[in-house]
Every structure is written in structure tokens, then in C-alpha cells.
């Protein structure tokens, strides 16, 4: 993961991506990026320059994994960086007055983009049918809590379609001293439905935990008094909650897994002898 972090724990994925989802990466410039990606070879050829200390190289270690992909080693393009996410998707979360259909529709917007837009504006329609049918307390309730599994949904949808020719085509794996020795199209299937998962966990703590926060924050005597407060506790709800669910969910699984090579096509386990090969999960 990185210099010296120890991501085959979930402490140590965690620490990790927080690093990678940092607002402040969206921001590096070119010639910083440029540097950065300059310390960290010197590093691995052992020319460092005199006066560098490990907090510089854990920095220039941050910006690299947050703008630079794994594999291509090309930047990511800014709105789709792990760092923008959070700006990205508090924008929908924060709107006042929302209806389910807004907020399924926000949610759509800034997790699944046009991938999945047929699915959700579908799913908006038949729940707030069913929505009428309850009372009052009833609804607000279901309201609340019903844009998970359309979410989710969505975001499955969007990791199938996105990322479907890897299922054909196959992924990398890679032996222990990094030697690619076959595309695997298992291995693939074993990437995408690891990353489908980690979407499904994403907006989970999100969906649950802002509503059942504010139901008891409104029932406060202070809230009661103050009304105009509650949309600015809503939005730093949403924010420490969101901000607490990216690193958790990404961290679910590592980037680089491992899968046995007995469990690939007989090509490739027949071309090693390594009996546990790596490969690149994705984010």
C-alpha cells in the first residue's frame, strides 16, 4: 500500500485510504505531482537527497497513490479520484427539503452517474407509490431509510457495467516478485464482486446512522427551541458520518488481493510455481 504500511490488516487498509480519500490531493499541482513521483524513485534507488525525512516521503507517498493509478501509472481524472468523493457526494446529501425522489435521484447523480440512470428514476416512481399507503410517521420513517438499497442497487449496476469486459477479457495476476503470468478472467470475477460489496457497505452507515442521529437530535429541547439549527447539525452529521464510511467500506478488502493459484484457469497455475498470486482488485 505504501513505504512501509501493512495493509494485509484492516487497520492498516484503513489508515491507508484515509490518506488516499484527502480533499487537500484534488489540489497538488503538476509540478508538485512531479515531484513527488521524482523523491519517491530516488527513494527506490537509494539516491535520496541529503535532509529528506520520512514525513516527506510519506507525503509524496500520499499524493502519488491519491492522483496516480496503480496500474496504468496515469493520473485519475480529478472527479473520479477517491479524494473528490466526499465533496462529491455531500453535495446531494446536504439539500433541504428533499423528496425520496430527489434524494434517490442526488444520490444516483453522484454515485452511479448516467451508468444507471433508467434504474433509479424507476425505483423513485413504484416507492413513492407504496410510500402513500402508510401514515404520516410511517412515511418519514421509510423515507428515511429506503434510498439505501436503491443506492446500492445502483451502485452494483455500475460496477457490472463499468467493468464488465474485465469479466471476458480477464485481469492480471501476479506472481511474488510482481511478474505478470496470466490474465485471468477468475480472478476478475473474484475484483469485481470484492469491489460490488464494498460499494454495498459504502452507503450503508450513511442511510442508517444520519436518521437515527437526528431523530434523536430533533427530539432535544435545544433542537426544539432552535429550528434553524437543524439543518447545520444535519449537514456536520452527514459529513462525520460519510467521512467515517469511505475509508471504512474501501478498506473492506485489499487492493491488491491475493487468490490461490489452484482456484485460476489450469493455464495459469501450470505457468508458476507460486502457489498465492496477487492481483489488482480496484477502488
Not at 19 to 44: H, M
Not at 91 to 96: A, R
Not at 207 to 234: G, N, T, W, Y
Request: proline share 6%.
Amino acid at each position: 500500500c505504501s513505504i512501509s504500511a501493512n495493509c494485509s490488516t484492516f487497520l492498516g487498509r484503513l489508515r491507508h485510504f484515509i490518506d488516499i480519500i484527502d480533499p487537500s490531493t484534488l489540489f497538488v499541482t503538476e509540478s508538485r505531482l512531479k515531484e513527488c513521483i521524482k523523491l519517491l524513485d530516488d527513494f527506490k534507488q537509494g539516491n535520496l537527497p541529503p535532509g529528506i525525512t520520512d514525513h516527506q516521503l510519506w507525503e509524496a507517498q500520499k499524493v502519488k497513490q491519491a492522483i496516480i493509478h496503480p496500474d496504468t501509472g496515469e493520473k485519475i481524472f480529478m472527479p473520479f479520484r477517491m479524494s473528490g468523493k466526499s465533496i462529491e457526494r455531500v453535495v446531494g446529501l446536504l439539500l433541504p427539503n428533499q423528496t425520496l425522489a430527489s434524494t434517490v435521484f442526488w444520490q444516483w447523480l453522484n454515485q452511479s452517474h448516467n451508468a444507471c440512470v433508467n434504474y433509479a428514476n424507476r425505483n423513485a416512481t413504484k416507492l413513492q407509490m407504496v410510500i402513500h399507503k402508510f401514515n404520516p410517521a410511517t412515511r418519514l420513517f421509510i423515507q428515511r431509510f429506503i434510498p439505501f438499497p436503491a443506492v446500492a442497487s445502483a451502485n452494483i449496476c455500475n460496477v457490472a457495467l463499468m467493468r464488465h469486459s474485465e469479466l471476458s477479457e480477464g485481469i492480471d495476476v501476479l506472481d511474488s516478485n510482481g511478474n505478470v503470468v496470466g490474465s485471468s478472467r477468475i480472478a476478475a470475477k473474484h475484483a469485481l464482486i470484492e469491489t460490488a460489496l464494498t460499494r454495498v457497505a459504502l452507503p450503508l452507515p450513511i442511510f442508517v446512522l444520519p436518521p437515527i442521529i437526528m431523530a434523536f437530535l430533533e427530539k432535544l429541547p435545544l433542537m426544539q427551541a432552535h429550528r434553524r439549527m437543524m439543518l447545520p447539525v444535519h449537514s456536520l452529521v452527514c459529513l462525520a458520518v460519510f467521512g467515517l464510511s469511505l475509508p471504512l467500506a474501501i478498506s473492506l478488502f485489499p487492493q491488491m488481493s491475493e487468490i490461490e493459484a489452484s482456484h485460476l484457469e489450469p493455464e495459469i497455475a501450470m505457468a508458476t510455481d507460486c502457489k498465492v498470486l496477487t492481483y489488482n482488485k480496484g477502488l
